[in-house]
């Protein structure tokens, strides 16, 4: 299964790219990647060549074209079943869709406030309750989640999969703005950041040009 192509934005701001590109790297299927640069005015125009809604990810199969990162994920778990982007048993696979899908809607004030910046750490803005509710309910996701079904390994539901891609620039956010969070949910950041595709992600946002607005956040 091949000839797919995945849009993704920038690697270093776009939240939403990397949660498609991590589903696409966990399918294990080989995939043509089109970079869309953030820092140039024409972002929007280069963007809505590949992508009616004006949004990234994009993904291409042939003519079907999905623009949704959680879709993605859907299409790839089911094209690619052996390569668990959702846990195998049903309940920890229901749980892990709902609390991908708590993500995928929620979680706004965060995401307003705390904008990914993959490369930078620092001090972050002071919080609002808004924010730091936000925050406790995310930890209250991770550790109902680690508790119940992740015994296996180090993530939600033991092995990597679309629940912790969901998750992952939340990561990058809490600790680009140095929040406190509990031992545990510090523990589970740790192992989605050593994560051998977030390194790679990593590593590509590290060589992007900074735009000055983000960063001033």
């Not at 309940?91 to 706004?108: I, L």
């Not at 620039?169 to 740790?190: F, G, K, N, W």
Request: charged letters at 25%.
């Amino acid at each position: 299964m091949s000839g797919y192509k995945l849009i993704v934005g920038s690697k270093n701001y776009s939240s939403w790219s990397l949660r498609g590109w991590l589903s696409m790297r966990q399918s294990g299927a080989s995939f043509e990647e089109i970079f869309v640069p953030f820092h140039t005015e024409e972002r929007g125009e280069l963007i809505r060549e590949h992508s009616p809604s004006g949004l990234v990810p994009v993904l291409l199969d042939g003519d079907l074209l999905i623009n949704d990162s959680l879709a993605i994920a859907e299409y790839l778990a089911e094209r690619h079943p052996a390569a668990g982007l959702w846990p195998e048993d049903a309940t920890a696979r229901a749980v892990a869709r709902a609390a991908a899908a708590e993500m995928h809607s929620g979680f706004g004030a965060l995401r307003s406030a705390l904008p990914m910046n993959f490369r930078l750490v620092r001090e972050g803005p002071v919080r609002s309750a808004d924010v730091d509710a936000e925050v406790r309910r995310i930890e209250a996701i991770w550790r109902d989640c680690r508790s119940r079904f992740g015994q296996g390994g180090a993530f939600l539901f033991g092995d990597f999969c679309t629940a912790d891609a969901m998750y992952a620039p939340v990561v990058s956010r809490l600790r680009t703005y140095s929040v406190d969070v509990a031992a545990d949910s510090q523990a589970y950041m740790e192992a989605v950041w050593a994560q051998p595709w977030m390194v790679e992600w990593g590593e590509a946002a590290a060589t992007e040009p900074a735009i000055e607005k983000y960063d001033a956040i």
